[in-house]
């Protein structure tokens, strides 16, 4: 047979080639493509061909390589595309390439730079369950028996037992509860936070959700006072907020401190001058404090002869709010890209 005969036989074949799998695919490749498949032995002939034929033929050639590895290509591409169909780990939900690059979530950033502040200072990070017992978050912490918290419309209960409340199951109200889980296990000195999330039985609305997240403190050693108390929130109100930044603690009551304040902090939005945020007041509150009652540390097993401490208990997104001036609570929980994307930062 000629080689034009024998070309235009070979580009017939080519143009019907099938491929069930890889396999074939491959052999198809090395039968026509390789260095001693059809195409190029045709084009060792190529050699012995008469001088007036080599142009049509060289033409001829040339088109047939193409014809080949065009039809290769095609046969891979179309076996990758069905492949693609039938593969039962393809995820049609997922989000496309090129992934865009997440923020760090508000309450996480300013959670970050609170312990950044107080690691700085010396204290060091504890940790305690959401799922709690009554033991820790109420009965340690000198909560009476009687006391409303321990109400099923202050507190969510996961196991509720009315005629033995040792056994009541809740959700922490509060992240004191791991005041009682660090002083169990340890003795002073103790310095310590632990942020963490908190529950409560509440309506959501704007300024009250039915959880929120605490950074607990606690400090126990001997001749711990009110002052160093005093001395170390002033401390963090100025890092978080600046220097100018004032302080006032106004008495209070918790049933685990003894003298129990809460303090508040001269109005970061208007600058002490009043505004809507501060109710005109110029000082906004941010958190819980007092010395720990003599009660808990002996509840804990802890010597309240040798040794006193303070603890403080302050809310993350009241912090938050005050930095970035978010005035709905529920847009914490509520995952809208596009108020997360606002918050950018290094840490
Ligand atoms: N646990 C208190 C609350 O949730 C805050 C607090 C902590 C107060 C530690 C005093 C000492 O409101």
């Known amino acids: 047979m000629q080689l034009k005969e024998q070309i235009q036989e070979v580009l017939a ?49 040339n088109k047939l390589k193409t014809e080949a590895q065009n039809k ?14 039938v593969d039962a780990d393809l995820d049609l939900t997922r989000t496309a390439y090129p992934i865009p690059l997440g923020t760090r979530h508000p309450i996480s950033l300013v959670r970050n730079e609170i312990i950044d502040i107080f690691t700085r200072l010396g204290f060091s990070l504890a940790d305690g369950p959401e799922v709690e017992d009554d033991l820790h978050v109420f009965t340690k912490m000198n909560f009476a028996a009687d006391h409303p918290a321990r109400d099923m419309q202050d507190t969510f209960f ?13 959700l922490r109200s509060h992240t004191s509860s791991v005041q009682a889980r660090v002083m169990e296990h340890q003795q002073p000195p103790i310095r310590v936070i632990c942020p963490g999330r908190v529950y409560r039985n509440e309506t959501i609305t704007a300024r009250a959700h039915c959880f929120f997240h605490q950074v607990e403190g606690l400090y126990v050693d001997k001749n711990v006072s009110f002052a160093d108390l005093k001395q170390v929130l002033l ?14 603690l106004r008495p209070s009551y918790f049933p685990f401190t003894e003298p129990s304040a809460e303090m508040d902090i001269s109005c970061h939005i208007c600058g002490g001058k009043g505004c809507s945020f501060c109710k005109n007041t110029g000082w906004v509150e941010i958190l819980g404090c007092g010395m720990v009652d003599p009660g808990v540390l002996e509840l804990c097993g802890i010597d309240s002869k040798k040794y006193s401490g303070y603890a403080f208990g302050l809310g993350i997104e009241r912090i938050t ?12 929980s509520e995952n809208d890209e596009r108020f997360l994307d606002e918050f950018v930062s290094a840490n």
């Open 72 to 85: 290769i290509n095609q046969l891979r591409e179309s076996m990758q595309n069905s492949n693609i169909s």
């Open 235 to 248: 401390l963090f109100a100025q890092e978080m907020f600046g220097k100018d930044t004032k302080i006032r």
């Open 13 to 61: 074949q080519i143009n019907d080639l099938k491929a069930q799998n890889e396999k074939e695919l491959e052999d198809l490749r090395i039968k026509y493509l390789s260095k001693k498949g059809i195409v190029v032995s045709l084009m060792n002939e190529f050699r012995n061909v008469s001088a007036d034929q080599k142009r049509e033929l060289g033409i001829a050639l």
């Open 158 to 170: 996961i196991e509720n037992s009315p005629n033995d409340i040792a056994k009541n199951v809740i």
């Open 321 to 332: 709010n005050l930095k970035y001036m978010v005035k709905d609570l529920r847009l914490f």
